[in-house]
């Protein structure tokens, strides 16, 4: 038996359309999916262009620090943030990255985590 959930993505595909993919999950992040959907939530409510991402950074940080990562490179190349995770046996590493900025439109959604900065 199973102990792991399904959760769907959409993405857009090649010819604009939105499709949806199943993955399995592992409990340990099922647990986590409320806190992740806050903080989603947060930074689409919260939206900074590109160079001008000042409370994103912190906010960012401040959830790294909250996961008790203290390796925290901030202000790179001027909001950027870096951190490194160490894991407790040698082996191979992963590098992720995402982007923080947004994009300059007007929001028209009407949600309750609407953006809040106008443009």
């Keep these: 038996v199973s102990t792991q959930s399904t959760w769907g993505i959409l993405e857009w595909g090649s010819s604009h359309r939105v499709a949806m993919m199943s993955f399995a999950v592992l409990p340990e992040v099922t647990a986590l999916k409320a806190e992740i959907v806050e903080n989603r939530r947060y930074f689409h409510a919260h939206p900074e262009l590109s160079f001008q991402e000042v409370q994103t950074a912190a906010h960012v940080v401040a959830l790294l ?55």
Excluded at 76 to 91: E, M, S
């Design 65 to 119: 620090r909250s996961y008790g990562i203290t390796e925290i490179f901030e202000q790179i190349g001027k909001t950027g943030v870096v951190a490194l995770i160490r894991g407790g046996a040698p082996g191979p590493c992963v590098a992720l990255r995402a982007d923080m900025d947004a994009l300059p439109i007007q929001e028209t959604a009407d949600i309750p985590y609407r953006s809040q900065n106008a443009n």
